[in-house]
């Protein structure tokens, strides 16, 4: 089992790594989320969340965030190597539970 944390390395933290994201990754999608796909030249896989106000107050954003990042730190050894992952998030999935999360995530990603 690799190391299982979510390093500064491991997130897309500039602007322009989204935007080049969002114009050359592949789009995949499920009822709840969107996974844009990019490649990287770093040999890491790194993940940004995008969650808009549309889903609810920062409470509920938060959580989602929460959920999306704890979902990559445990599973980002089964995730392809050396992709920007960016999930968008459709609608509020706060009442979701986490195992719910998980399952439309390995689905969404051909795991499950």
Do not use: H, W
Request: proline share 1%; aromatic share 8%.
């Amino acid at each position: 089992m690799g190391k299982q944390s979510f390093g500064k390395n491991e997130r897309i933290r500039k602007r322009r790594d989204y935007l080049r994201i969002y114009r050359e990754g592949g789009r995949i999608g499920s009822s709840n989320f969107i996974a844009i796909l990019g490649s990287n030249k770093s040999g890491i896989t790194r993940l940004g969340i995008a969650v808009s106000k549309k889903v609810g107050n920062s409470v509920k954003r938060n959580r989602t965030k929460r959920l999306l990042r704890e979902f990559f730190r445990l599973r980002k050894d089964r995730l392809p190597d050396s992709k920007d992952i960016i999930i968008v998030v459709k609608k509020d999935v706060s009442l979701l539970k986490y195992q719910d999360v998980c399952t439309e995530l390995d689905r969404l990603f051909g795991k499950g």
